[in-house]
């Protein structure tokens, strides 16, 4: 469940860059291949679970909205950075 699916010679039409936007079942990597998770939406809902690769640091937000699926994103995933590198944040205090 937790390896790539996806290699050069087996990958979807959509997908031009596996390092990029790989996945597994029910998951994929985002942020340039830096997080990996699901998400998700429907109207008026924004969804994302990631870790980083390490999955030692994890995040999971969920948002209510009305703003267009282009300011959703922007906004969502503006928030969503910021919780991880408060995250990493803790992390690194913790040591």
């Not at 998951?27 to 679970?49: A, C, L, Y």
């Not at 980083?52 to 969502?76: A, P, W, Y």
């Amino acid at each position: 469940m937790l390896r790539f699916q996806h290699t050069e010679a087996n990958k979807p039409a959509n997908v031009s860059n596996l390092q990029e936007a790989n996945s597994g079942i029910f998951w994929r990597t985002k942020f340039n291949g830096t997080r990996i998770g699901h998400g998700g939406s429907d109207p008026g809902v924004q969804t994302e679970m990631l870790s980083n690769l390490t999955k030692d640091i994890g995040v999971i937000l969920f948002t209510n909205t009305s703003l267009s699926d282009q300011d959703v994103l922007l906004h969502h995933f503006a928030i969503f950075r910021k919780l991880f590198k408060h995250a990493e944040a803790l992390k690194e205090k913790a040591r």
